[in-house]
């Protein structure tokens, strides 16, 4: 779509990284994210209970449709078919602010998590032109003081984004309306 380097777009980037969790883990995907590690076995009669969009579309006036969370997908993609509980997604975002540790478990390295919640596009770098049509003023592109890392934009500016925050603080949002955001832990140096 762009000269190399140029321009930043969303893409299915996520999505092959399902993928090569696949090939190396030599499982399928649903099955790798069912793994005890990653999901905690649940108790006998626990129903996931989901939320339903609660924001009409503008443009068509309808509500997005939720599919149902257990049912098993067509195809697991590792860009939007991860579910889980309030609870649960409060430990995965502990465990990105603990630097991959979660517990006892060292579940990413601190500089693994470094990398994920850095910018990584070279200063100029542009974005598609859908971005700001789709996103708006909380677009996370240059114009609203973000950069991107793998997988999170990265706040780079103050002052640009209507929404509250810091440098530094790190987003992602998901297709059905979640959204999680952080702020990288600062360490102090001992005098």
Known sequence: MFQLGTTSEFSHATDAVGRIVEVVSGQDLGAFIRAPHLCPTRPDGYRLRGAARLQADPVTNARQAI???????RMCSGGSDMVSTAMGYARL????LNGGRLGEAELASRGTTELMTGNH?????????GLLVRFGGLAPAPVTGYGF???FAVRMAQGRSP?????????CGGVHGTYFGATRRRTSTPC
């Open 163 to 171: 929404a509250p925050g810091s440098v530094g603080n790190y987003l």
């Open 121 to 129: 596009l070279p200063e100029g770098t542009q974005y598609g032109p």
């Open 93 to 96: 975002c502990q465990m990105l």
């Open 149 to 151: 890392g793998f997988g």
């Open 67 to 73: 599919p149902d969370a257990l049912e098993k997908p």
